[in-house]
């Protein structure tokens, strides 16, 4: 059982890009110094409340500065790049890592984006993705001549190559096979865990997402890979939660629920994105239940665990319980404005020092039974 930090992030949008990337880049050095082992990070070109990019420059800038982390992507939007422009500098990233990279890829998920680069119909984003995805491996299994057709893309080298010379050839990552690749599962009975078992892939269970809908993930993710030959593993399942370990019971929930809180601002402005694009569904914990009475208290009561030490072991072993074998742990990293900070560091130690070892030798315990 592993233990990761996931960032979209969510921050307020006034707050200034200077200072969130700041923050961003503090909770992760402050996730390696507390034994974290993994960081996920998303990708987005156009909300100022979501504002990473290039989610491979920022994890650049960490690599000489951490030591426990391995870095993934949470996730590179496929539809929205050149996969040869992917492919090349993903295989600089694992280079430069030495292999502390996972390939977290999508077909994304912000509206915007969507407008920005063409990709408004969900079919065409999900053969872009799968096509992308394809021509990046092809590009990473052989030396030139490339040529690789493709219904969006075509990606050609046949002519400009002088092998003596290194002219015409890509490059390949440093682990051998490739850095193992992640689907983003972010909605209830999704069809994206199917694909991701057939092709080998893990998944990653979003954070908005109450514990009932999680638990549709595993058993098509399990069964796809079963049809084709491969063993489920929960190791390549990773989940994302909203978190707050604190010293009690009270304490914990009087964080969640605080006005000032980053948990009552992450679910008040996923309510508001969901409810514009028709799909709420997702974070109610009954789907058929009315919108209005999916209220911010209603949906954050769903998706965030909290607790004291003790009781936060009892609702991580009931929650993986419910929802299925996975094998990392992702604790969402929230804003830190006012004071969330304290808060969100306060959590973090408390999860990865009181909480995570017990935890972990209950997840041992259950694989030996």
């Not at 000489?64 to 996730?75: A, H, M, Q």
């Not at 983003?184 to 009975?189: K, L």
């Not at 991580?316 to 419910?322: I, P, T, W, Y």
Request: glycine share 8%.
């Amino acid at each position: 059982m592993r233990l990761g930090i996931f960032m979209m992030p969510v921050h307020p949008p006034a707050r200034s890009f200077t200072e969130t990337l700041a923050e961003d880049e503090a909770k992760a050095l402050y996730a390696d110094k507390l034994g974290f082992d993994e960081m996920w990070l998303g990708e987005h070109f156009s909300a100022s409340s979501e504002p990473i990019p290039s989610p491979l420059m920022f994890m650049a800038s960490l690599l000489p500065r951490t030591k426990n982390l391995k870095f993934g992507t949470g996730v590179i939007c496929l539809p929205n790049h050149d996969p040869a422009i992917v492919a090349a500098e993903v295989a600089q990233f694992d280079h430069m890592s030495r292999g502390r990279f996972m390939l977290g890829i999508g077909p994304g998920g912000l509206l915007s984006d969507f407008e920005l680069f063409g990709n408004a119909d969900r079919g065409v984003r999900a053969r872009k993705t799968m096509e992308s995805i394809a021509i990046i491996q092809c590009i990473w299994s052989q030396d030139p001549p490339y040529d690789f057709p493709g219904e969006f893309r075509t990606v050609r080298l046949k002519d400009a190559i002088i092998p003596g010379l290194g002219i015409g050839t890509m490059p390949k990552p440093f682990q051998k096979s490739g850095p193992p690749v992640t689907m983003s599962v972010s909605s209830r009975d999704s069809p994206t865990a199917r694909v991701a078992g057939q092709q080998g892939w893990g998944i990653l269970s979003g954070d908005n997402m109450p514990a009932n809908a999680v638990a549709t993930h595993w058993q098509p993710y399990s069964k796809a890979c079963i049809d084709t030959g491969r063993p489920p593993l929960g190791e390549n399942w990773r989940v994302a939660r909203n978190i707050m370990v604190a010293p009690s019971d009270a304490e914990a929930r009087d964080r969640v629920f605080s006005e000032q809180g980053s948990n009552r601002y992450f679910y008040t402005y996923m309510r508001e994105v969901l409810s514009r694009v028709g799909i709420l569904s997702v974070m109610k914990p009954d789907p058929n239940m009315p919108d209005d009475a999916a209220t911010v208290d209603v949906i954050t009561e769903g998706c965030v665990l909290y607790g004291s030490p003790q009781t936060m072991l009892d609702k991580l072993v009931a929650f993986r319980d419910e929802v299925g074998p996975f094998g990392t742990l992702l604790m969402t990293g929230l804003d830190w404005s006012g004071p969330n900070a304290a808060w969100e560091r306060d959590s973090m130690r408390l999860l990865a020092q009181d909480v995570m070892p017990k935890f972990r030798q209950h997840a041992m315990t259950q694989a030996a039974e």
